[in-house]
DNA sequence: ATGCCTGAAGGGTTCAGA
């Protein structure tokens, strides 16, 4: 088929998320949306947007839970075969709804909400490691043609933040959770923002507080990794945002990917990185969580 | 020194998030 724009998105819910998501669907006009923290009961989310996603076309696949966690799949490039959670995944202690997935136009695509990890060698972070293991093994055991897309919870290089002293000690740089994707990675997948933006600063996910998104302090945690023979189709790839402005944005941005062909001219701008943020004039402390 | 903002559940506050 032609040209299939892909797009990834932490909504950070669903519900909240509605007036800004409709009109992001609209606008950028995405084929396969692979949607995160939609924090709804699948029943919940097909009464909520059920009719607005079919108006548009969209075939939909859910695996949500109440209030936390919750992906999905949103296509009009066909929706086939879908199998919700990891096989053989470890769970907290029950397994939660964190993937998705869905073949679509040929291409097996992953919808993944990666634990937090919470904190360096805790039991959550142990989950994480293991909840990796079981995505990279059924990604190893699926088709050729991949796009494993979602919020992995981890900055693979020091370059994906805007302050790397900042997060000395903390979970998403750790050592085992950088090797854990890289992993993942070696069962043929590329990261295709970092790609094609080699050494420009790109950012996906911005804290609500403290003005971060306004100084460009951010991460890049939500990736797009395309398996081999899809990865040389990507003609476009970048950071939406547009959609972290304004009122009610969640605190992540969408990442979208354009295979086979340039973008029409009519689906918005091409919305290039922007300036290199200066790095804090002081040291930035990030929030930690209180003792107990 | 600090969970500074946001969402969810549920109840007058707590937990979770990265």
């Known amino acids: 088929m032609g040209r299939v724009r892909i797009a990834t998105w932490n909504v950070n819910s669903v519900k909240q ?3 800004r998501l409709l009109p992001w669907l609209d606008e950028r006009r995405p084929d396969v949306v692979c949607l995160q923290e939609t924090k709804l009961t699948d029943e919940a989310f097909t009464g ?4 607005e996603l079919a108006s548009r076309d969209y075939q939909v696949a859910v695996h949500g839970q109440g209030q ?3 992906v999905a799949i949103l296509s009009r490039a066909g929706l086939d075969d879908v199998v919700t959670g990891l096989a053989d995944g470890p769970g907290f202690p029950q397994p939660e709804a964190r993937a998705v997935a869905a073949t679509c136009g040929g ?5 993944v909400y990666v634990p937090n990890g919470r904190s360096p060698g805790s039991e959550h972070y ?3 490691l293991a909840w990796l293991k079981a995505l990279t093994d059924v990604v190893a055991a699926g088709p050729e043609a991949a796009l494993v897309c979602g919020d992995m919870n981890i900055a693979p290089a020091d370059a994906d933040l805007f302050d790397p002293a900042a997060f000395v000690g903390q979970t998403h740089v750790t050592p085992p959770e950088r090797e854990a994707l890289a992993r993942l990675e070696a069962t043929g997948l590329h990261d295709v923002v970092r ?6 600063q790109v950012f996906t996910y911005w804290d609500y507080r403290a003005g971060m998104f306004h100084q460009n302090f951010g991460m890049r945690i939500d990736l797009v990794l395309a398996s081999d023979p899809v ?4 003609k476009a790839a970048w950071v939406d945002r547009q959609a972290r402005k304004g009122t009610g944005p969640s605190d992540h941005a969408p990442v979208i990917v354009d295979l086979d062909a340039a973008p029409d001219g009519d689906i918005g701008p091409m919305v ?3 300036s290199a943020s200066r790095a804090p004039k002081r040291p930035v402390k990030l929030p930690q969580a209180p003792k107990s």
């Open 231 to 234: 990865a040389p189709r990507v």
């Open 17 to 19: 998320r509605l007036p």
């Open 107 to 111: 291409i097996r695509v992953w919808s």
């Open 48 to 51: 909520l947007l059920g009719d």
């Open 68 to 70: 936390w966690n919750g």
């Open 272 to 274: 290039p990185p922007p």
């Open 126 to 128: 142990q989950y994480k």
């Open 195 to 200: 790609d094609h933006w080699p050494s420009e």
